[in-house]
């Protein structure tokens, strides 16, 4: 079987995502570089090369309360699951992936030659983590179980007492959990959380500024571990670019030393946006779906099928893009994203309405 050399969702999202009303997205929105307070001459172009910039280190590790050995700093989360996937899977290798998933984590893993088996998340339980479905599909030869909490596309929360359900199960087998966290930064203080890093070092976490704060381009992404496995990290990107962009990461320092302040702008956006998506869903008994608490996302299933028929109309006649359930495997879903400005979010919601009453008609 020959490599996989890209990711069909990435392609999609980069081409034929872009829409005037965008619910495709799954991020806060870019915040401008005008909006952080930073003067040029807190930036610098090049720093000591080392395994990475400690103050930035210093800063993630202080606010998630964790070690800075704990932490590896990579151009983005996705960039994180590539490199956490690479130092722990040999190819050939046993790695558990849930269904659905975002698509870069399976291509990602099909690059490195790992076999790939799949445990499901249903639909009719909102898409929530059950450890009974890993247990099932769990051998010995298992090397790596991989999750997204937030999980993206549903925006199900997993809670402490069933990661440690995933853990147990890891451990007998001498597995770790890798846990994709973007969607976990959507919580703000609406709900206490911890990274599952505190958990044990079964547990290896990706995350980054992109979704829950609007610094895409930052590409302020990061690896949690346990020391040994970070160093044995830092040494494997030394393969892929050696360094960060030094200017990045000085920016980054200073999102982190003002995160509050996005962080309430961002949850307050989300506050306005969820009942617009609630009251939608109220009104369109072909879309059935668990409506999440928390998160930017839904994954409803489109009664009737014809989604990318939809998705089609949606694009060419109303200006308005979701992502086709087909890229999370299940081409009779959809996913509604909400976390663009209020206006966008109302009259992309208001067309999406319009083309189903179209399809309704036709
Ligand atoms: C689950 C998940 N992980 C990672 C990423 C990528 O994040 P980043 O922009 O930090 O690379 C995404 C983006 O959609 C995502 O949905």
Redesign the pocket.
Known sequence: MSRTMGSPYMEWAKLHSHARFDLAG?GLPDVPLADLPVELGQLELTAPGQYGYKPLLERLAARLGISPDNVVTVP???MA?LLALDGLVEPGDEVLIEEPT?ELIVSAAEHLGARIVRFPRRAETGFSLEPAAIERTLTPATRVIVI?NLH?PSSALTDEATLREVQALARGVGARVLV?E??LETLYDLRPWRTSLHLGPEFVVTN?L??GFGF?GLRC?FVLAEPELARRLWRLNDLFGVNGAHPAERLSVVALDNLATFAVRARDLLAANRPLLHDFLERRPEFACVRPEFGTVVFPRLEGGGVDALCATLREHYETSVVPGRFFGRPDHLRIGIAAPTEQVAEGLARLGRALDERRIG
């Open positions: 799954s983005g989360a996705s699951n975002y997204t993206n994709d973007v969607y980054s992109t979704k895409s992404g």
